[in-house]
Nanobody, 121 residues
């Protein structure tokens, strides 16, 4: 299994970026994918997840600004980030996760390499 994240860059506050995660080596249509980020000096935090049926969940800090989507034909997951803030500055990682019987998302050891997002004020 491999995940490759891309699309990071530097933008000013209020700008937009779209991250992509290319997934290979697994049945993508059945995959649960999450985006996480780690800001300098902070713990890794969940940004958004998308389940195999397309159900999306978001951290409160990004609701209304970020949109996660999936393209099953291309085995891609996108994270559209709008109205970016300096506090969104972080390395963003995608993860191939699993879901328990209650529908809760858990990470696995399958991570993309990370892509840096820098938002200046």
């Amino acid at each position: 299994v491999q995940l490759q994240a891309s699309g990071g860059g530097s933008v000013q506050a209020g700008g937009s970026l779209r991250l992509s995660c290319a997934v290979s080596g697994t049945l993508f249509s059945g995959a649960y994918i999450g985006w996480y980020r780690r800001a300098p000096g902070k713990e890794r935090e969940l940004v958004a997840t998308i389940y195999r049926g397309g159900t999306a969940n978001y951290a409160d800090s990004v609701k209304g600004r970020f949109t996660i989507s999936r393209d099953n034909a291309k085995s891609l997951v996108h994270l559209q980030m709008n109205s970016l803030r300096p506090e969104d500055t972080a390395v963003y990682y995608c993860n191939l996760g699993r879901v328990d019987a209650l529908g809760s998302y858990f990470t696995t050891n399958y991570w993309g390499q990370g892509t840096l997002v820098t938002v200046s004020s």
